[in-house]
């Protein structure tokens, strides 16, 4: 079945970078390269938002005001595996961020999450 792994969050100081990972599995790697991915994240005592999307055409890019400029997403389709990097962090960026796989049918599968923390 379909697992999605997030990596890469942990605490950093503002103004610094990190760069997330979400490793697929249960993708062919052509089934993969077809799927949109997305970036999500939920604050503490906040619902969960979209920040970044990125289509099975690597230049289908979108992303959320509050991440534009300082985010970028990509994704190795050969390795089935989304990035998130984020430079020019502050507090507000603290949340747990989750990876969303979009399937043409069906609701999608979600990762399991990975906090960041950005503090001094």
């Known amino acids: 079945q379909v697992q999605l792994v997030e990596s890469g969050g942990e605490l950093v100081q503002p103004g610094g970078s990190l760069r997330l990972s979400c490793a697929a599995s249960?993708?062919?790697?052509?089934?993969?390269?077809?799927?949109?991915m997305s970036w999500y994240r939920q604050p503490p005592g906040k619902e969960r938002v979209l920040i970044a999307h990125?289509?099975?055409?690597?230049?289908?890019?979108n992303y959320a005001e509050s991440v534009k400029g300082r985010f970028t997403i990509s994704r190795n389709n050969d390795e089935k595996t989304l990035y998130l990097q984020m430079n020019s962090l502050t507090p507000e960026d603290t949340a747990v961020y989750f990876c969303?796989?979009?399937?043409?049918?069906?609701?999608?599968?979600w990762g399991q999450g990975t906090q960041v923390t950005v503090s001094a």
């Open positions: 969303k796989a979009h399937p043409l049918s069906g609701p999608g599968f």
């Open positions: 249960g993708f062919s790697v052509a089934s993969y390269a077809m799927t949109p």
């Open positions: 990125i289509g099975s055409a690597l230049d289908a890019l």
